[in-house]
């Protein structure tokens, strides 16, 4: 009984409506099973260690049947934001919009506006650059900028790992404990990614930035 | 209560939706690349938050049912203010019995660098979630994540010292990824094919 009290905690807030899965996938009503989703966030150094790279999932729990129908939507766009003095707001942003087969690219840029109202105005357009979203079954498609950015967009497998059920089953009090080996709930499924790869001197050089990313719907 | 149901039912819905979604794109390699001059009018405007993501499942597991859209439109700066207290009473609904983690945080200090979600990224090296030695510069795809947020919610103040506590729960024992990742751009596997 030495886990008595923990499980009954968790199956009290199970109980208080805890339904969701894994690292952000389907984390909130207004955006499961849609477009928008995003399942995972990934921010490190490059293979260069002179860069470093943003990776952003969406529309995760592809099987690969569903994958070769799966695109992004015109109508969404990815923002990368980097807060470069610690305040958690950004000071700069990284924009991904999809449009006829390719994903186009914004930034690093300092945008006019913070927060949750993001635009794309042509103003920015001169430092853009854009890859051709790679089909399902080609080889990864990449484009690098003359300013020495790496840019992908197209389907890839997701890169999280979970035993999923079995923390599942222990929330609902049919297990006291994971299993081991576990299983990983996502083995075998895909996501769609962006990957932007990026000088560090372009996003503040040295010391540490915040990170996040961001799903916004055209208006 | 038939969790496995409904997680059954929503992959469901997933799967429904996205076939939804999609349309039917044709795998060609002839078109030419444009510059964004050709679509600048179709893409130019104003853009609405939906979803926001930083650090792994802070939102699925920290955040009540209710929020959790309101969560992800939240700004950063204002989410500790809006969130602490909420990931605190489901933090110690989880742990009843946490004092402090393995980090050597109480409650309201460890949700409280929690509900501000953003993921601190060095610039100067060792990018990790966590590595034994490095904590939260970073992300790396092969960070196993799960096992150092269950350590730091159910592990107690010795959990890296040989005295963990819920033994059974602070280690999935998924340690990798299904398919190995690469060491060059993009870094991710390529997708399952079947």
């Known amino acids: 009984m030495k886990n008595f009290k923990p499980i009954l905690g968790i199956s009290l807030l199970l109980v208080a409506g805890l339904c969701v899965i894994a690292a952000d996938h389907i984390d909130a009503p207004a955006v499961t099973g849609g477009t928008s989703d995003i399942t995972d966030f990934y921010a490190f150094q490059g293979e260069n260690p002179d860069n470093v790279v943003f990776v952003a999932n969406v529309q995760g729990l592809l099987s690969p049947a569903n994958t070769a129908n799966a695109s992004f939507d015109e109508n969404l766009m990815i923002e ?53 979203i790679t089909p399902f079954g080609s080889e990864a498609i990449v484009h690098t900028s003359d300013l020495g950015m790496k840019f992908f967009a197209g389907p890839r497998d997701d890169p999280f790992f979970f035993d999923f059920a079995q923390f599942t089953a222990i929330l609902s009090g049919n297990a006291g404990s994971f299993n081991d080996p576990g299983m990983d709930t996502f083995a075998g499924t895909n996501v769609l990614s962006v990957v932007v790869e990026v000088p560090k001197s372009m996003i503040g050089g040295s010391g540490s930035v915040n990170t996040w990313v961001e799903t916004k719907r055209k208006q | 209560m038939k969790f496995r149901t409904i997680k059954i039912a929503a992959l469901s819905l997933v799967v429904a939706a996205t076939a939804y979604n999609c349309s039917n794109e044709k795998m060609d390699n002839t078109y030419e690349i444009e510059g964004v001059d ?96 490095n904590v939260l510069t970073g992300r790396a795809l092969a960070d196993d994540v799960i096992t150092v947020e269950l350590i730091l919610i159910f592990g107690g103040p010795d959990a890296l010292t040989g005295m963990p506590q819920n033994v059974g729960l602070i280690d999935d024992h998924v340690d990798g990824n299904d398919v190995a990742f690469s060491s060059s751009f993009p870094y991710l596997a390529s997708p399952h094919l079947q």
């Open chain 2, 38 to 133: 050709s679509v600048g009018n179709t893409i130019k405007g104003t853009y609405i938050q939906e979803d926001q993501m930083a650090r792994p499942a802070v939102n699925t597991v920290f955040v009540s049912s209710g929020s959790k859209d309101a969560f992800n439109t939240t700004v950063p700066s204002n989410q500790g203010a809006a969130f602490q207290s909420m990931f605190q009473n489901n933090l110690l609904a989880l742990n009843p019995g946490y004092t402090r983690n393995a980090l050597g945080l109480d409650a309201a200090t460890f949700t409280s660098v929690l509900a501000t979600d953003v993921l601190t990224l060095s610039l100067d090296g060792t990018t990790t979630f966590f590595d034994g030695t």
């Open chain 1, 80 to 132: 990368f934001n980097i807060d470069t003095n610690g305040d958690a707001v950004e000071d700069l942003v990284i924009q991904a919009v999809p449009k006829n087969k390719k994903m186009f690219f914004f930034g690093p840029f300092a945008p006019d506006q913070t927060g949750t109202v993001s635009t794309v105005e042509p103003k920015n357009f001169g430092g853009s650059s854009n890859v051709k």
